[in-house]
């Protein structure tokens, strides 16, 4: 699994378009990740191609649809896969507590990061869904995909952030059980802090070796 590129994306640029941002954020994921990312340039170029038919028809549109929707499973597989994963992590975390064993706060601080990292790349799916599916709104007169834009539509993405919260605020409680006397807050600020810091260093490491570059 990607453990901290992903954090790079809240130090890009605010004045970059989603796309160009997107772009660079690809270029800096670890691993099968990137495989799972929306392919918003490819969707957004199809989106072009139909825009410049003089008369787009329906068809057109919907071998469009085909093509977001193969996407979108190819999240959501990823995404509960490794939702999987670390479910299974943390609860092995739990019967550690259980039976009185100590782990590192290492181990437990990494696997909070990567819950941090599949929080951001469900946002970031979420985000770019929803401006693809604007694009085509906008560009494609007379096709209305406002049933996908709305929060009945998006129930997808939304739909995950409970469980990935409730898996959290599981791992947050181990984490406070084990060293901070079950201060819970505490514990929280701690883990959150670390993300922080990572986040900070990866950011650093980056712009000072030449592995973001200004424009792509």
Not at 157 to 181: D, I, N, W
């Amino acid at each position: 699994r990607s453990t901290v590129s992903v954090l790079y994306w809240t130090h890009a640029s605010r004045d970059m378009k989603f796309g160009q941002r997107l772009r660079e954020q690809r270029e800096v994921f670890d691993g099968d990740i990137v495989k799972h990312v929306l392919d918003y340039k490819k969707l957004k170029k199809r989106i072009g191609v139909i825009k410049k038919a003089k008369k787009p028809t329906k068809e057109d549109v919907d071998l469009w649809m085909q093509a977001f929707k193969q996407e979108v499973a190819k999240f959501d597989e990823y995404f509960c896969e490794t939702m999987k994963e670390c479910d299974e992590e943390v609860a092995g975390f739990e019967k550690a507590l259980l039976q009185k064993q100590m782990l590192k706060k290492t181990t437990l601080k990494d696997a909070y990061l990567t819950l941090q990292e599949l929080k951001f790349f469900l946002e970031l799916n979420r985000t770019a869904t929803r401006k693809i599916l604007k694009k085509l709104d906008k560009n494609v007169l007379g096709y209305n995909v406002s049933g996908w834009t709305d929060d009945e539509g998006m129930g997808l993405f939304y739909s995950m952030e409970e469980p990935l919260g409730e898996l959290s605020q599981r791992l947050t409680s181990v984490y406070a059980a084990m060293f901070h006397g079950n201060r819970a807050k505490i514990a929280e600020m701690e883990l959150d802090y670390h993300v922080s810091c990572v986040s900070d260093l990866f950011s650093y490491m980056m712009c000072h070796t030449g592995m973001v570059t200004d424009t792509l």
